[in-house]
């Protein structure tokens, strides 16, 4: 039965981060927001493009989807586990979402209907991780291998347009107000749930308490197993989501969806995205906000090297570096504050 004091779990990771830690969350995040001002105010200086109303919208966009999955994988890995599978399950979603709509099922319907696939994966992922003993990093690997295969054996090299009907939640989540892709106020609105989520509710006491010490989080009445799955629901439902709003990409810059290669790679930017946020591997710690800003700092370096003409491989290369510097600044602040 669990504790009905949980709100205030104060022996937490959480709380002890919170007791000894604050000044390394706001270091985390502060970290992270200097960082994207160096990277920005760099190929700002670089060229006059890069904030231009080209390249600038496109940085936002890319970095609110990145964004969308990070926050995903943030839970996940906070829970302690891990989600490869988000790449595919984005695939999957721009697959329901644009099929169904183009069968006569209204946009909303099938856009639900994409996010309800992604919550049945995730509670999949969760179960056969928490029920059947078997690592996640196996389980969603296999999850990750089976929908791709499913997506390139069910539509190959093809490349589909949306044909369904108009629709205001369609408009809604795509084109931009400005500079700014309508996307981008989604994500601050996920992001202010999310953040609520995990630093302010009884459901994020369990998270990070459950990441910490698994343990310790019984002895307090957590259900360790269902916040587990949970996490994986969470996480999916996002990936999903993301994959549902690549549609309205199409009334913007894009006029086809190709099917088989939605999302390839993106699992891998994800979680970089959450370690370069600050989020321990070891689970119990993550911060939705600095997660945020390493996705957007992840977007624009890779934008700002793109503009500066580097070739796919040096690109690769580089963010790999950029992963490791943020890694050894968010070492260093943790070690200062220890001191």
């Given at each position: 039965?669990?504790?009905?004091?949980l709100?205030?779990?104060?022996?937490?990771?959480?709380s002890?981060?919170?007791k000894?830690g604050?000044?390394?969350?706001?270091?985390?995040?502060?970290?992270?927001?200097l960082a994207?001002?160096?990277?920005?105010?760099?190929?700002?200086?670089?060229s006059?493009?890069?904030?231009g109303?080209?390249?600038?919208?496109?940085?936002?966009?890319?970095?609110s989807?990145?964004?969308?999955?990070?926050?995903?994988?943030t839970f996940v890995?906070?829970?302690?586990?891990?989600?490869l599978?988000?790449?595919?399950?984005?695939?999957?979603?721009?697959?329901?979402g644009?099929?169904?709509?183009?069968?006569?099922?209204?946009?909303?319907v099938?856009?639900?209907?994409?996010i309800?696939?992604?919550?049945?994966?995730?509670?999949g992922n969760?179960?056969?991780?928490v029920?059947?003993?078997?690592?996640?990093?196996?389980?969603?690997l296999?999850?990750m291998?089976?929908l791709?295969?499913?997506?390139?054996?069910?539509?190959?090299?093809?490349?589909?347009?949306?044909?369904?009907?108009?629709?205001?939640?369609?408009?809604?989540?795509?084109?931009?107000?400005g500079?700014?892709?309508?996307l981008?106020f989604?994500f601050?609105?996920?992001?202010?749930?999310?953040?609520?989520?995990?630093?302010h509710?009884?459901?994020?006491?369990?998270?990070q308490a459950?990441?910490?010490?698994r343990?310790?989080?019984?002895?307090?009445?957590?259900?360790?197993?269902?916040?587990?799955?949970i996490?994986f629901?969470?996480?999916s439902a996002?990936?999903?989501f993301?994959?549902?709003?690549?549609?309205?990409?199409?009334?913007?810059?894009?006029?086809?969806i190709?099917?088989?290669?939605m999302?390839?790679?993106?699992e891998?930017?994800?979680?970089a995205?959450?370690v370069?946020?600050?989020?321990?591997?070891?689970g119990?710690v993550?911060?939705?906000v600095a997660?945020?800003?390493a996705?957007f700092?992840?977007?624009?370096?890779?934008?700002?090297?793109?503009?500066?003409?580097?070739?796919?491989?040096?690109?690769d290369?580089?963010?790999?570096?950029?992963?490791i510097?943020f890694?050894l600044?968010?070492?260093?602040?943790?070690?200062?504050?220890?001191?």
């Open positions: 039965m669990v504790n009905t004091h709100g205030d779990v104060e022996t937490s990771p959480r002890v981060s919170e000894n604050k000044k390394f969350i706001l270091t985390r995040e502060f970290t992270v927001l994207l001002a160096v990277i920005f105010i760099t190929f700002s200086l670089f006059k493009d890069f904030l109303p080209f390249i600038f919208p496109g940085i936002l966009l890319l970095g989807e990145l964004a969308i999955l990070a926050m995903g994988e890995i906070v829970s302690g586990e891990i989600d599978s988000i790449a595919s399950v984005y695939g999957w979603g721009a697959v329901i644009t099929v169904l709509s183009n069968l006569g099922f209204p946009f909303p099938s856009f639900l209907l994409a309800g696939f992604g919550c049945l994966i995730g509670l969760g179960l056969l991780t029920k059947f003993k078997i690592p996640a990093l196996i389980t969603t296999g999850t291998w089976i791709r295969g499913l997506l390139i054996g069910g539509f190959g090299g093809s490349f589909i347009s949306y044909k369904g009907e108009k629709s205001f939640l369609l408009s809604a989540l795509g084109g931009r107000i500079y700014f892709p309508r981008f989604w601050i609105g996920i992001a202010l749930l999310f953040n609520y989520l995990l630093n509710s009884k459901l994020g006491n369990w998270i459950t990441g910490g010490s343990e310790t989080a019984r002895a307090l009445g957590v259900n360790v197993n269902r916040t587990k799955i996490c629901m969470i996480s996002l990936a999903a993301a994959g549902a709003v690549y549609i309205a990409r199409t009334d913007w810059f894009m006029t086809r190709g099917m088989s290669s999302g390839y790679g993106m891998i930017e994800a979680i995205a959450s370069m946020g600050g989020t321990a591997f070891s119990g993550g911060s939705i997660v945020s800003l996705a700092a992840f977007s624009s370096f890779k934008s700002g090297l793109i503009l500066a003409g580097a070739s796919g491989y040096w690109i290369a580089a963010v790999a570096l950029l992963l510097i890694c600044l968010q070492g260093m602040g943790r070690g200062k504050n220890r001191m």
